[in-house]
Protein backbone atom coordinates (compact mmCIF):
# COMPACT_ATOMS: atom_id res chain seq x y z
CA UNK A 1 0.00 0.00 0.00
CA UNK A 2 1.36 3.42 -1.08
CA UNK A 3 0.36 6.36 0.65
CA UNK A 4 0.77 9.87 -0.29
CA UNK A 5 0.86 13.42 1.44
CA UNK A 6 0.15 16.80 0.52
CA UNK A 7 1.24 19.87 2.12
CA UNK A 8 1.66 23.49 0.82
CA UNK A 9 3.00 26.82 1.71
CA UNK A 10 3.32 30.54 0.85
CA UNK A 11 5.66 30.97 3.68
CA UNK A 12 8.89 29.74 2.00
CA UNK A 13 10.17 29.28 -1.49
CA UNK A 14 10.57 26.15 -2.72
CA UNK A 15 14.68 26.32 -1.76
CA UNK A 16 14.02 27.74 0.92
CA UNK A 17 11.68 25.27 2.41
CA UNK A 18 14.20 22.49 1.34
CA UNK A 19 16.45 23.90 3.22
CA UNK A 20 14.78 24.12 6.11
CA UNK A 21 13.53 20.46 6.17
CA UNK A 22 16.95 19.13 5.11
CA UNK A 23 18.07 20.49 8.53
CA UNK A 24 14.83 19.06 10.63
CA UNK A 25 14.67 15.68 9.08
CA UNK A 26 18.60 15.13 8.16
CA UNK A 27 17.76 14.21 4.57
CA UNK A 28 19.81 15.82 1.43
CA UNK A 29 17.39 16.95 -1.12
CA UNK A 30 18.70 17.08 -4.82
CA UNK A 31 17.64 19.77 -6.80
CA UNK A 32 16.07 19.02 -10.59
CA UNK A 33 15.00 20.66 -13.23
CA UNK A 34 11.51 19.32 -15.41
CA UNK A 35 9.79 21.07 -18.92
CA UNK A 36 6.98 19.27 -16.68
CA UNK A 37 7.24 20.62 -13.76
CA UNK A 38 9.91 23.60 -13.82
CA UNK A 39 12.47 23.83 -10.70
CA UNK A 40 11.87 21.11 -7.92
CA UNK A 41 13.79 19.18 -4.55
CA UNK A 42 13.63 15.76 -4.08
CA UNK A 43 14.85 13.59 -1.22
CA UNK A 44 14.49 9.57 -0.66
CA UNK A 45 14.73 8.46 2.38
CA UNK A 46 16.09 4.98 3.93
CA UNK A 47 12.85 3.50 3.59
CA UNK A 48 12.38 4.35 0.02
CA UNK A 49 10.08 7.46 1.61
CA UNK A 50 10.36 10.31 -1.45
CA UNK A 51 9.68 14.00 -0.71
CA UNK A 52 9.05 16.24 -3.71
CA UNK A 53 8.84 19.91 -3.39
CA UNK A 54 7.53 21.78 -6.20
CA UNK A 55 6.11 24.77 -7.00
CA UNK A 56 2.10 25.03 -7.80
CA UNK A 57 2.35 26.74 -11.03
CA UNK A 58 3.58 24.65 -13.26
CA UNK A 59 5.05 25.86 -17.39
CA UNK A 60 1.86 24.71 -19.30
CA UNK A 61 2.20 23.82 -23.25
CA UNK A 62 0.55 26.77 -24.04
CA UNK A 63 3.40 29.57 -22.00
CA UNK A 64 0.64 30.14 -19.59
CA UNK A 65 1.43 28.51 -15.91
CA UNK A 66 -0.79 25.57 -14.78
CA UNK A 67 -1.70 24.43 -11.27
CA UNK A 68 -0.20 21.48 -10.48
CA UNK A 69 -2.97 21.27 -7.72
CA UNK A 70 -6.01 23.33 -8.81
CA UNK A 71 -8.05 22.41 -5.84
CA UNK A 72 -5.27 24.78 -3.98
CA UNK A 73 -5.18 27.53 -6.49
CA UNK A 74 -3.89 30.01 -3.45
CA UNK A 75 -0.74 27.67 -2.36
CA UNK A 76 2.54 28.60 -3.92
CA UNK A 77 4.47 25.80 -3.02
CA UNK A 78 4.30 22.13 -2.66
CA UNK A 79 5.31 19.34 -0.58
CA UNK A 80 4.37 15.86 -2.25
CA UNK A 81 5.45 12.91 0.15
CA UNK A 82 5.14 9.01 -1.22
CA UNK A 83 5.70 6.29 1.41
CA UNK A 84 5.39 2.70 1.66
CA UNK A 85 3.30 3.33 4.55
CA UNK A 86 1.70 5.79 7.06
CA UNK A 87 4.76 8.33 7.73
CA UNK A 88 2.77 9.39 11.13
CA UNK A 89 6.33 9.89 12.54
CA UNK A 90 7.66 12.22 9.30
CA UNK A 91 4.28 13.79 9.99
CA UNK A 92 4.58 15.00 12.91
CA UNK A 93 7.85 16.59 12.58
CA UNK A 94 6.13 18.50 9.73
CA UNK A 95 3.70 19.78 11.77
CA UNK A 96 5.80 21.80 13.76
CA UNK A 97 6.90 23.51 10.46
CA UNK A 98 5.35 27.29 10.78
CA UNK A 99 3.80 27.67 8.01
CA UNK A 100 3.37 24.35 5.93
CA UNK A 101 0.14 23.04 6.60
CA UNK A 102 -1.27 19.29 5.14
CA UNK A 103 -3.94 19.15 2.51
CA UNK A 104 -4.83 15.39 2.03
CA UNK A 105 -3.75 12.52 2.70
CA UNK A 106 -4.70 9.52 0.61
Known amino acids: MTVSDTYGTNFYMTKELASLLADRLDVTFTEHESDYLGVYFLATLAD ?25 PDVSVLLLITSPAAAEPLNDKLSTVGGLTRLRST
Open 48 to 72: TTRLQIQPNAIPGDDGEDDLYDDEH
